[in-house]
């Protein structure tokens, strides 16, 4: 799912997960942006700097233009929402651009 699930609440984006989880065929492929806990890093390069204010704009964006419920998630949110799914374990892969690949396996 290519920025499908920012779209939603927490509520609705778990039920989506279910639902796919359900499929029970295989892994499933979420691409979205991954708000950083940058505090917890000690050193931060400048791309990623940049690119982490381009995450927190498109959060920003979904607030007031697309949706009411919608919202980017950082890790722990991306966390509480594949383990309320039923997702047995994720992995979280960066593409060297705004979004990650989260990989969810049943």
Same mark, same amino acid.
């Given at each position: 799912? #290519?920025? $499908? #699930?920012?779209?939603?609440?927490?509520?609705?984006?778990?039920?989506?997960?279910? !639902?796919?989880?359900? +499929? !029970?065929?295989?892994? $499933?492929?979420? =691409?979205?942006?991954?708000?950083?806990? *940058?505090?917890? @890093?000690?050193? =931060?390069?400048?791309?990623?700097?940049?690119? /982490? %204010?381009?995450?927190?704009?498109?959060?920003? +964006?979904?607030?007031?233009?697309? *949706? *009411? *419920?919608?919202?980017?998630? @950082? #890790?722990?949110?991306?966390?509480? $929402?594949? !383990? /309320?799914?039923?997702? +047995?374990? %994720?992995?979280?892969?960066?593409?060297?651009? $705004?979004?990650? =690949?989260?990989?969810? %396996?049943?």
């Amino acid at each position: 799912m #290519l920025w $499908v #699930l920012h779209d939603w609440g927490d509520e609705d984006c778990i039920k989506i997960s279910k !639902n796919c989880k359900e +499929a !029970n065929i295989g892994k $499933v492929f979420i =691409v979205e942006s991954i708000i950083r806990d *940058t505090k917890k @890093t000690m050193m =931060v390069e400048e791309r990623d700097k940049k690119l /982490e %204010y381009v995450r927190l704009m498109l959060d920003i +964006a979904m607030m007031m233009a697309h *949706t *009411t *419920t919608g919202k980017e998630r @950082t #890790l722990k949110e991306w966390d509480f $929402v594949l !383990n /309320e799914a039923g997702f +047995a374990r %994720y992995e979280v892969r960066d593409i060297d651009d $705004v979004h990650c =690949v989260i990989i969810a %396996y049943p």
